[in-house]
């Protein structure tokens, strides 16, 4: 595996590769990697034949008061769990890079709609950050495709409909959340929880199974369900930030012609913020 740390690097790897016939793809990440990136690299393998790699732990997407300067930088590490997936180029570029002409006067990229409410309404300015990234991103490595986790369902949604909307010519693939067998989504904040939270953690993937298993059975009282969801997460010690029912498909409110819902949730333990969520089908559409 390549490593490169300049965008003419980058694109004159990129061009040789390209020479030889080769379909690009594209796994951007903030490193202090786990299964679940692994995971999104060998996905982009079998669908391309020159697999690219970011880590760029970027500031535009982090508030005042969040983890910006404690996020975890593994870069030697994640190296070694690239190389073994069979990635065949990293692009590590630093902060000035990225945004040569500083942060203050970057143009930002903004995806109105699904990037409002849930993560969006909780973490300010966290998906222009996301999105101005991702596009200056997508513009240096132009790959055929690029893959992304489930787990971030919003972001997700974020960056589709990014790419439709700037008629991008990326196939966006989602790749299914990883998860300990524990349940709990595989996460690189998972690592700021101590033993006694971590033990906690699995609850808000436990309590969005029940929730799931309550709609797909016809209930349809959903105020009610989420409230008892609630309840759940407060007795285990979790802090919720949010937990909405919400159309998977456009991710707009839940509606009663809905094929697909997604259950959507945020909590804290202590001070580790944990995201998750579940695609459920009511049972006129399973």
Known sequence: MITVHTVEALRRAVNEARAGGARIGFVPTMGNL???????????????????????????????NEDFASYPRTLAADQDKLAAAGCDLLFAPNVDE????????????SVPGVSEGLCGGSR????????????????????????????????????????????????????????????????SRNGYLDADQRARAPQLHRSLKVLGEAIEAGRTDHAELIEQALAELHEAGLRPDY???RDA?????????????????AAFLG?????????????SHA
């Open 34 to 64: 786990h299964s679940g990136h692994v995971a999104l690299v060998t996905r982009a393998k079998t669908r391309a034949d020159f697999v690219i790699a970011s880590i760029f732990v970027n500031p535009l997407q982090f508030g005042p």
């Open 98 to 109: 990225m945004y040569p002409n500083g942060q203050a006067m970057q143009t930002r990229i």
């Open 243 to 245: 937990l909405e029912i």
């Open 249 to 265: 498909l456009t991710l707009g409110p839940a509606r009663a012609d809905s094929t697909e819902l997604v259950l959507v949730a």
């Open 124 to 187: 300010p300015g966290h998906f222009d950050g996301v999105a101005t990234v991702v596009t200056k991103l997508f513009n240096m490595v132009q790959p055929d495709l690029a893959v992304f986790g489930q787990k971030d369902f919003q972001q997700l949604a974020v960056i589709r409909t990014l790419v439709r909307d700037l008629n991008l010519p990326i196939d966006i693939i989602g790749e299914p959340t990883v998860r300990a067998e524990d349940g709990l989504a595989l996460s």
């Open 271 to 283: 001070t580790t913020r944990l995201i998750d969520n579940l695609i459920v089908r009511p049972p």
